[in-house]
């Protein structure tokens, strides 16, 4: 259980960070929902948090730039007091083969992917620090463990979150502060939506589960890392791939 635990969910509005949101909250953590645009529909979903018998916020914030970053992580500890748990969630991709792709599309995709989250552990790890207590759980790729062709901006991204996080827990472990990271295989969300059927058919007859993952399986095991029992788990990599890289 997370009763009185405080997490941030950074692209929590929609996909699988919405999923890990509702997860969180249905085992009473409070959820800051941290995304680019304040939209209705957004605003509806922190409502519907509440129904759990929690405090829930939305935050703006571009996981991107380091001054939105500090405000928003300002505001989480001003509304809840406290930091307990940080889900790095907010992704994009910008499919293209190498010979199409430009150096402002690569940077965008690791400017997001992998300075994003760097910049949001850099200022939740003082908080952290200052209670001895804080569990990190960054959303990787199993793209970034075996590549994919079409991807290497994404998938650089996603090796990078993953030597981030190794990094990350071994700097922190005497701080009593985990950094694990999930790497997702197709799970389907408005990112994977935009496959053509064939694509998607080619896919399933990669994964030894004959079906696509969905964004519940992914934060079933984000919940798991999220526990107070979990202090002795740091430093791993969970692939959630339905067995497709093994
Ligand atoms: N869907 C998959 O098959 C899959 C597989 C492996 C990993 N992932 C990863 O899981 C995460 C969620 O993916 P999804 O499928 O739910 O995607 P999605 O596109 O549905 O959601 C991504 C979320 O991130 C937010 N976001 C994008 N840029 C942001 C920024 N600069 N600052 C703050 N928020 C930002 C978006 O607003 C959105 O809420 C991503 O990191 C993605 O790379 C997804």
Redo the contacts with the bound molecule.
């Keep these: 259980m997370l009763k009185g635990k405080n997490a941030i969910v ?2 929590g ?5 919405k999923a890990i949101a509702i997860r969180l909250a249905m085992e009473g953590a409070n959820v800051a929902v ?3 645009k304040e939209t209705k529909e957004t605003m509806d979903f922190v409502k519907e948090l509440h129904t759990y018998g929690i405090k829930a916020v939305f935050v703006s ?4 730039l380091e001054e939105e970053v500090k405000t928003a992580v300002a505001k989480v500890i001003e509304a809840f007091g406290s930091i307990d748990i940080l889900v790095n ?4 991709t910008n499919d293209k083969l190498l010979m199409q792709m430009k150096s402002e599309g690569f940077e965008r995709v690791l400017n ?2 992998l300075l ?1 989250t760097f910049l949001m552990i850099k200022e939740c790890i003082r908080p952290f620090m200052k209670q001895r207590y804080g569990r990190i759980i960054n ?1 990787s ?1 199993v793209v970034g463990m075996m590549g994919n062709a079409g991807q290497a901006n994404y998938a650089a991204s996603k090796a990078g979150v993953i030597g981030l996080t190794k990094s990350i827990a071994k700097e922190y472990a005497s701080r009593g502060v985990t950094c694990n990271a999930v790497a ?4 389907s ?4 939506e935009a496959l053509p059927e064939a694509t998607t058919q080619a896919i399933l007859e990669q994964i030894p589960i004959k079906r696509l993952g969905t ?1 519940e399986d992914v934060a079933n095991v984000v919940a798991f890392l999220a526990q107070e029992e979990t202090s002795y788990l740091t430093g791993e990599v969970i692939k959630i791939d339905g067995g497709m890289y093994i």
């Design positions: 950074t692209g509005s929609r996909g699988i960070g941290f995304a680019t914030c571009n996981v991107a969630n907010a992704g994009i997001v992917n994003g959303i790729s997702p295989g197709y799970i969300t408005q990112m994977t964004p």
